[in-house]
T-cell receptor, first 109, second 116 residues
């Protein structure tokens, strides 16, 4: 079966750095997305990785290792507004998005 | 980025009535749209995949006769919750897949349904 694992909840301090991991086992791979979702709102796009390596976009970076079935989202200089759920999703061989359960990130002052 | 609208954003209805939710891709064509449901403090749950001009594909456990999906054009999909009950109260989110490029899904803002 298809499976995506990410931690349920993480806590970090304002101004610090946090890494949210995602491991996946899917039928085929056509890319991996990270989305951010604030409570009561729809998800918004953060990043997309299809090749191995690190993609940097401002305070957020995303890393992919296809051989290990592993990705992480790195958030730097954390701000209170970064408190949200972070969803990892993999595009399988049928171009369907397989969703992880999401990681709730709590930022403390 | 591409924009997806969803209407209504919030609806309160009586038990037994039907509610229609519209999802529109505003600046791109979407052969495929998706309907999700999210209960409080839970992850997104895919309900069905809506394909333009053909029948929707429902996920296991989702009643196709209760959640009617119509995808009559490349920019519009509708979800009708028939004979709604309080347990159908949830946050319903649609997304539209851009068939160009990286097949990113663009999400609508969601519809909060409350059934009394």
């Amino acid at each position: 079966g298809q499976n995506i694992d990410q931690p349920t909840e993480m806590t970090a301090t304002e101004g610090a750095i946090v890494q949210i991991n995602c491991t996946y086992q899917t039928s085929g791979f056509n890319g991996l997305f990270w989305y951010q979702q604030h409570a009561g709102e729809a998800p918004t796009f953060l990043s997309y990785n299809v090749l191995d390596g690190l993609e940097e976009k401002g305070r957020f970076s995303s890393f992919l290792s296809r051989s290990k079935g592993y990705s992480y989202l790195l958030l730097k200089e954390l701000q209170m507004k970064d408190s949200a759920s972070y969803l990892c999703a993999v595009v399988d061989s049928n171009y369907q998005l397989i969703w992880g359960a999401g990681t709730k990130l709590i930022i403390k002052p | 980025g591409a924009v997806v609208s969803q209407h209504p954003s919030r609806v309160i209805c009586k038990s037994g009535t039907s509610v229609k939710i519209e999802c529109r891709s505003l600046d791109f064509q979407a052969t495929t749209m998706f309907w999700y449901r999210q209960f409080p403090k839970q992850s997104l749950m895919l309900m069905a995949t809506s394909n333009e001009g053909s029948k929707a594909t429902y996920e296991q456990g989702v009643e196709k006769d209760k959640f009617l999906i119509n995808h009559a054009s490349l920019t519009l999909s509708t979800l009708t919750v028939t004979s709604a009950h309080p347990e159908d109260s949830s946050f319903y989110i649609c997304s539209a897949r851009d068939d160009r490029g990286i097949h990113e899904q663009f999400f609508g803002p969601g519809t909060r349904l409350t059934v009394l």
